[in-house]
């Protein structure tokens, strides 16, 4: 089901195109969360909110700049918002997503990478692009789900080399180390704890190789 429900939360792209999509979590119920995307005073919105059910709520036209990503940056750049779609998932960030939402992501996510002409390295999460700052949509979203359908990537471990240039070549921003391996482990070793280790090189090698393969990174 799809539904079109107006935020007055948007401006303009700012002469930028479709880049990124950017996944998040809500932490609200899907009344609270569709209340305060659609707020004025609020000063937030995304593209597109799916709740826990699977319906489908366009909240701002893809042609315009949405309010989602706030301060950050992605493979060198910042302005995150006028290069990319934000998708705000109804999830408190510690419980599963549901699967009704999953196959409706995973429609949406087909229809816009087709549209926009991107490929899986294109779909992040918003701690991805705001390292330390934000956390969606966090530890239980299935990332290599996705990549298994060609929606997003997941790495196989390559030869362990420099665990920050290797981010930095998949698109990580600048930041500390220790908030650099806490954003990559929450994407992709959301169980692992203590400082950097091997396995963390391997994966960040990984990465490396995707982006500049530009390979598809399915699991």
């Given at each position: 089901?799809?539904?079109?429900?107006?935020?007055?939360?948007?401006?303009?792209?700012?002469?930028?195109?479709?880049?990124?999509?950017?996944?998040?979590?809500?932490?609200?119920?899907?009344a609270q969360s569709l209340?305060?995307?659609?707020?004025?005073?609020?000063?937030?919105?995304?593209?597109?909110?799916?709740?826990?059910?699977?319906?489908?709520?366009?909240?701002?036209?893809?042609?315009?700049?949405?309010?989602?990503?706030?301060?950050?940056?992605?493979?060198?750049?910042?302005?995150?918002?006028?290069?990319?779609?934000?998708?705000?998932?109804?999830?408190?960030?510690?419980?599963?997503?549901?699967?009704?939402?999953?196959?409706?992501?995973?429609?949406?996510?087909?229809?816009?990478?087709?549209?926009?002409?991107?490929?899986?390295?294109?779909?992040?999460?918003?701690?991805?692009?705001?390292?330390?700052?934000?956390?969606?949509?966090g530890p239980r979203f299935d990332w290599r789900?996705?990549?298994?359908?060609?929606?997003?990537?997941?790495?196989?471990?390559?030869?362990?080399?420099?665990?920050?240039?290797?981010?930095?070549?998949?698109?990580?921003?600048?930041?500390?180390?220790?908030?650099?391996?806490?954003?990559?482990?929450?994407?992709?070793?959301?169980?692992?704890?203590?400082?950097?280790?091997?396995?963390?090189?391997?994966?960040?090698?990984?990465?490396?190789?995707?982006?500049?393969?530009?390979?598809?990174?399915?699991?």
């Amino acid at each position: 089901m799809s539904l079109t429900h107006p935020s007055p939360n948007f401006g303009d792209r700012r002469g930028r195109r479709v880049e990124l999509i950017v996944l998040h979590y809500t932490v609200l119920d899907c009344a609270q969360s569709l209340e305060r995307l659609c707020d004025p005073a609020a000063e937030v919105s995304a593209h597109y909110l799916i709740d826990r059910d699977g319906a489908l709520l366009s909240l701002v036209d893809e042609g315009a700049r949405a309010w989602h990503a706030g301060a950050g940056e992605w493979g060198g750049a910042g302005d995150v918002n006028s290069r990319s779609i934000g998708i705000e998932l109804v999830n408190s960030g510690s419980e599963p997503f549901a699967e009704p939402q999953m196959r409706a992501l995973e429609r949406l996510l087909r229809d816009l990478m087709q549209r926009h002409g991107l490929g899986p390295c294109a779909v992040i999460g918003h701690s991805d692009m705001a390292p330390g700052r934000k956390s969606d949509p966090g530890p239980r979203f299935d990332w290599r789900r996705l990549a298994a359908e060609g929606l997003a990537v997941w790495p196989s471990p390559g030869e362990p080399g420099d665990f920050l240039a290797d981010l930095a070549s998949f698109g990580y921003p600048e930041a500390a180390p220790g908030t650099l391996l806490a954003a990559f482990r929450l994407r992709f070793r959301p169980w692992a704890c203590g400082p950097l280790d091997d396995s963390d090189r391997a994966l960040a090698a990984g990465l490396r190789r995707i982006a500049v393969d530009g390979g598809t990174g399915r699991a």
